[in-house]
DNA sequence: TCTGGGGTCCTAGGACCC
DNA sequence: TCTGGGGTCCTAGGACCC
């Protein structure tokens, strides 16, 4: 029993921090805002609040300028116009543009190493050590993220970021957040506990709301407090995973690997109504319109679902959730709108509701239809029969075989004839069609070496 | 005129199966 | 004399994140 303790314990030791501060966090200052004031210099050194505008919004991003008047992200946008002064901009959001600013930065951060894992649209870790070609001291990475600050706002238009370096994930994320806006912050391997345990527990990852109040009850405010207390008792406090998580994290235990490529897990969309509905049919008319859109959505990442899943939230802000598991994963947007509107019938529409959504989980990779044909074709011209020319799709494979970790194409993206290797966060393993720089016709299978090369080949997609 | 929309992960109970 | 145990799937809800 002692052996195995003791093994346990050094096994930790081993695998809980890195040496080198490898890991890169980057957080775009007040991002929605920052792009809406770079396109229009009306709005620079202005308050600017970006969100839902309507009766029942939310602010998505406050700016600078707004957050100075009390202005906050979540807040309700009835509260930011209480507090902002007149001429603060209220604005609906342009979420192309977004996109588009994001994947420059994106695209800045694959130049640095191929580890990214994108958090969000305005967020991302990097992994510097799996280029293999930076200095990965702190004097050289303190360089490293100021030549990489100013490639984002030059590349951007004046877009900031703040970068955090650090042992580990947690480290670099706390790093980022220290001296924002515009932030760079390394903590050098060693210095992890000095700048971790006088913090909020707050700002640890996975310490909202109600796991705050559960520590506060039993007097732990700080991380070095959290620290303090044994593994039994947080798992006791918060749960088997979280209290072990919360555990490890105090201590800066986190060996967390950043993850290029997370598959996508499910597909959803939900609006809240600007007056609560209870019209059977109007609610139905709603199902069908967000069944019509995740349909789409699915059929473009060339994915479909078994488990369609109704939420609803009442007029008393009560939120509930029914789902169906289908024999069959489906694209169908009149699939997932019957199964959702029967959903709807069982659950009731009793008092009101303000909000409804559909989404579809259990996904895989799309296995009927057309994949390779150009969207514009008509349903018609496809050829499903059995003795149609190979266009179906292997099953995925595993996350260690994927042929070319953390690239980034989507179906949709592509030409007439055009294959590729992948769906949306799954992988598709057969594919044909010449390759950029031109290559010969090929068509692989799922178990073609050519699909797991060791080095993979800079293929791009034409266009 | 309180409280968005898109997600992820975890837990827990019951069904079902070997 | 107990009442088995463990794994997986399905469903519902909750916490959390940006």
Redesign the pocket.
Known sequence: MMGVGTLAFLWAKEVGVRREPSILHLDLDAFFAAVEQRDKPSLRGRPVVV??VG????V?TASYEARAYGAR??M?T?EA?RRCPAGTAFLGGRFAAYRRTSDVVMGLLRELSPLVEP?????AYVDLAASGEHDLSVDGVTALARGLKERIAAATGGVTGSVGIGTSKLMA?IGSDLQKPDGLVVVAPGQELEVLHPLPVTR?????????ERLHQVGVKTVGDLAARSLPDLVALA????GAGLHALARADDDRAVVPD???????????FERDLTDVDVLAREIDSMAGRVGE?LRKSAISG??V?LKLRRY??T???????LPQPTDDARLIAATARRLLTEAGTAGGL??L?V?V??LSVYAQGDLFADSDEPEEATDTSPDAPARTVEPELPADKRWWPGQDVRHDQLGAGWVWGRGLGRVTVRFEGPLTPPGPVRTLTADDPALHPADPPDWRLPG
């Not at 990852?205 to 705050?212: F, I, L």
């Not at 997370?262 to 809240?272: A, D, I, L």
């Open positions: 969100g839902g009766g029942r919004g939310v998505a992200s979540a309700s009835a116009r958090v969000s649209i305005d967020e994320k640890l990852g996975g310490v909202g709301p109600a796991t705050a749960g088997r995973a979280h997370r598959g996508v897990k499910s597909v959803s969309h939900e609006e809240t959505r078994r488990t899943t008393d802000f939120t509930l959730t029914r789902s169906q598991t303000r909000l959504g989404g989980s259990g």
